[in-house]
């Protein structure tokens, strides 16, 4: 049965609002969306940042409540004290998020897979559950390599074990891949919704710009060691091509990196953050993803909206759900930086490839703008009426 003019009064639950990263994005431009075109009542819930301004513009039609929990107090402690800690704020928020939600009567509660995925569904607000995940199963909240011992072993498992007895207590579960609805093999209600791209195709590059660009956080998941290690080779052979890196985080290491390979400082620069990203897609040629797995990649998405071919390691497992090879990119072996660094070269030397690439990126990727996003969203939210 449909209602396509039903007004959802809808929660997000999800730690902050405050940080620079993909999932904030996302939630805040979805939010966004349905409060503005479909006229839901939309909540988010916090516990984070609490007096901290959101980083991403949202709605004045959003309602949002900060529980002011804490939890990033659980940053850095020794694992029997973050134990303790975690426990004692787990019980506050799990009180609070009842007491919030009993008021708001929700008609859907959607948990972002965070600290209420374990006792969201015993709320009896009266609210169907959904929980989204933002990331593969496979590094969904797992332990650091190489940072683990019998006990947090035990406990992975024993965390593994309640997680799947939750999710299959949802109405349903979303996430973002068909790889990664095959991942969770034990469950039968998973349903596949992309992730939008965050702005519109306003600002195409003109493919003048002898740059390459890569986009996200400087931490070990978006590889930029393999990234470097195949621009030191580029460089060799297009000495009047630049590459650019733009993300949060500590870069400390990676800066090291550029006198380890020899990189020609003034033609590769490591960037932070910044609020117009879509222009320095739009001022640059070609696009690399170098992670070793993504959830979705946004990135991606965005730069074929700005009309650059991505070259990307063909990792689990956002990558090769967005981009199709040898039309509007190039996936290449994960981790494989000779080839990695080959196909940057090609695609630099190749200009009318690359421009082919870069038209056929902007027509692929309308399947992913919000307006067909937001829309498989509300038959979701129909489908469980």
């Known amino acids: 049965m449909s209602f396509p003019n039903k007004r959802y009064k809808i929660v997000y639950c999800t730690p902050g609002l405050y940080m620079a990263g993909g999932m904030e994005r996302v939630l805040t ?9 479909f006229d ?17 513009p949202l709605s004045e039609r959003i309602k949002v409540i900060n529980l002011n929990i804490g939890f990033e107090e659980l940053w850095n402690q020794p694992i029997l004290k973050k134990i303790f800690i975690y426990l004692k704020k787990q019980r506050r928020y799990k009180k609070a998020l009842k007491a919030a939600l009993m008021q708001i009567r929700p008609d859907i509660t959607i948990s972002m897979l965070r600290r209420e995925i374990n006792f969201i569904n015993s709320i009896r607000d009266g609210s169907k559950k959904i929980g989204e995940i933002h990331i593969n199963r496979a590094h969904y909240r797992n332990f650091e390599e190489g940072d683990s011992n019998l006990f947090k072993t035990l ?20 996430v973002l891949t068909d790889k990664d609805r095959e991942a969770w093999t034990e469950l039968d209600h998973v349903v596949v ?75 590769c620069s490591l960037n932070g953050r910044v609020s117009d990203i879509q222009s320095e897609f739009a001022s640059s040629s070609l696009a690399v993803c170098s992670s070793r797995f993504e959830g979705f990649g946004l990135a991606i998405v965005e730069a074929m909206a700005c009309g650059l071919p991505v070259i990307s390691f063909d990792c689990p497992w956002g ?26 070269i090609k695609l630099i030397k190749e200009d009318n490839v690359r421009i082919g690439m870069g038209q056929h990126a902007v027509i692929n990727v309308q399947r992913f703008c919000i307006e067909a996003v937001a829309h498989q969203w509300r038959e979701l939210f129909d489908s469980l009426q």
């Open 155 to 174: 406990l992975s498992f024993y965390w593994k074990h309640t997680l799947i007895r939750q999710l299959k207590q949802l109405c349903c579960f979303v």
């Open 319 to 344: 990558p090769r759900s967005i981009i199709s090879d040898g039309e509007d990119g190039i996936l290449v072996k994960n981790g494989n930086v000779i080839d990695l660094a080959f196909e940057i």
């Open 40 to 56: 839901y009542d939309v909540t988010i819930i916090l516990t984070e940042g609490y007096g901290q301004p959101y980083f991403y």
């Open 193 to 267: 919704i992309p992730n939008p791209v965050s702005f519109p195709s306003v600002k195409i590059s003109p493919q003048t710009g002898k740059r390459v660009i890569a986009v996200g956080r400087y931490c070990y998941e978006k590889g930029y060691d393999h990234l470097l290690k195949a621009w030191a080779e580029v460089q060799k052979v297009c000495p009047d091509w630049r590459l650019d890196v733009y993300g949060d985080g500590d870069k400390s290491s990676y800066v090291k990196m550029l006198d380890l390979y020899q990189i020609d400082k003034s033609r």
């Open 29 to 37: 431009l979805k939010a966004n969306y349905f409060a503005e075109h």
